[in-house]
T-cell receptor, first 113, second 110 residues
């Protein structure tokens, strides 16, 4: 049973560029949430997707956008990258209707130079 | 506002018991989670409390008091591999996102 997978593992971008991160949820899960984790901090919620729509959004600017596909996989897009966007980006999947835990993927380490 | 507090760092000795506290103030509450995160890795689920009381799972136990906005994670028979950050997180509404604390970095020494 495959867990949550994310790609790429690491990424280096330059300020002003755009980036796309990808996530495949755990088998049987239909909800994907994205988190940003800066060094030494806890994860911060970016947004959540269910049924291909953004259902909830945290306190992040519109430069952060996403998408969910019919197979439940998801993308996180960040435009006009800033140095402060350097972080570990975590994808978590869960099953809508379940009040239990979210399963996290290994994350994508984004470095903006 | 939303606020979750936990100690920044703790140190304990191998074989001992350590308690990591977490206090929270959130607009809603639908469960409290504890995650373990080793450096550079994803958080892994440890425990979930939605009702008051103690949940025990092997060497790890978690306690919740909703009236006090308080939880703790208890780790027994500490092992070197328990050195990690421990994240307290609250789900603020049904099916909602998790609000995380900054994490407690636990160092286990021989």
């Amino acid at each position: 049973d495959a867990g949550v997978t994310q790609s790429p593992t690491h990424l280096i971008k330059t300020r002003g560029q755009q980036v796309t991160l990808r996530c495949s949820p755990k088998s049987g899960h239909d909800t994907v949430s994205w988190y940003q984790q800066a060094l030494g901090q806890g994860p911060q919620f970016i947004f959540q997707y269910y049924e291909e729509e953004e259902r909830q959004r945290g306190n992040f600017p519109d430069r952060f956008s996403g998408h969910q596909f019919p197979n439940y996989s998801s993308e996180l897009n960040v435009n006009a990258l800033l140095l402060g966007d350097s972080a570990l980006y975590l994808c978590a999947s869960s099953l809508r209707g379940s009040l239990y835990e979210q399963y996290f993927g290994p994350g994508t380490r984004l470095t903006v130079t | 506002g939303q606020n979750i507090d936990q100690p920044t760092e703790m140190t304990a000795t191998e074989g001992a018991i350590v308690q990591i506290n977490c206090t929270y103030q959130t607009s809603g509450f639908n469960g409290l989670f504890w995650y373990q995160q080793h450096a550079g890795e994803a958080p892994t689920f440890l425990s979930y409390n939605v009702l008051d009381g103690l949940e025990e799972k092997g060497r790890f136990s978690s306690f919740l008091s909703r009236s006090k906005g308080y939880s703790y994670l208890l780790l027994k028979e500490l092992q070197m591999k328990d050195s990690a950050s421990y994240l307290c997180a609250v789900r603020d509404e049904s099916q909602g996102n998790l609000i995380f604390g900054k994490g407690t970095k636990l160092s286990v020494k021989p």
